[in-house]
């Protein structure tokens, strides 16, 4: 059974963003002052939805191409693959997790464009301080089958953020960007 999870990149990403995400969905939580008793559980359970079954698949087909496209494995290619990602997988993900959380909370699509629209340039921009960094050295450093572990470990403290993001009232934001 480890063997074929070892083998499988696809399989380890999935597991690994189902405890991943829903984890740093609890710590936001915490920091917002909720403790066990008070935690939103199906808010938790979305985010390990979304995390196993939405970005790990997206960031394993994304490293996939990547690694067919450009498959040396030096720190030139590392910068390149780090900026075209921030060009296509960066917003393409953004927005992708403000649209479809905002729908898994039962929520209309005018009202999940509507948070996008919102929170996506705020959060594209904090990104882009923190992916192409991490990416480099994914691209650079880590072989292929550890690479969507790796950027899920490195995700832990970003989904932290996404989900603090996501958490603000979006009437509070648009009175920000006014």
Not at 59 to 69: E, H, N
Not at 125 to 134: A, F, I
Not at 139 to 167: D, G, I, M, Y
Not at 171 to 176: I, K, L, N
């Amino acid at each position: 059974m480890v063997s074929k999870y070892v083998r499988h990149p696809l399989v380890r990403g999935m597991v690994t963003y189902a405890f991943l995400w829903p984890t740093a969905n609890l710590v936001q939580q915490t920091l917002e002052g909720k403790s066990f008793g008070t935690f939103d559980y199906r808010q938790c359970a979305r985010y390990a939805l979304y995390g196993s079954l939405y970005v790990a698949p997206t960031m394993y087909g994304w490293v996939r191409i990547t690694t067919i496209m450009w498959p040396q494995m030096n720190l030139r290619t590392a910068l390149l693959k780090a900026t075209i990602e921030q060009a296509t997988y960066g917003p393409f993900a953004g927005a992708s997790f403000l649209y479809f959380m905002t729908l898994l909370e039962g929520r209309s699509a005018s009202e999940a464009a509507r948070e996008v629209c919102l929170k996506f340039p705020q959060t594209y921009t904090v990104g882009l301080t923190v992916w192409p960094l991490v990416q480099t050295i994914n691209f650079a450093f880590v072989p292929e089958r550890n690479r969507v572990p790796f950027v899920a470990a490195c995700s832990f403290l970003w989904t932290v953020f996404l989900a603090s993001v996501k958490q603000k009232d979006p009437s509070t934001e648009e009175t920000h960007n006014q």
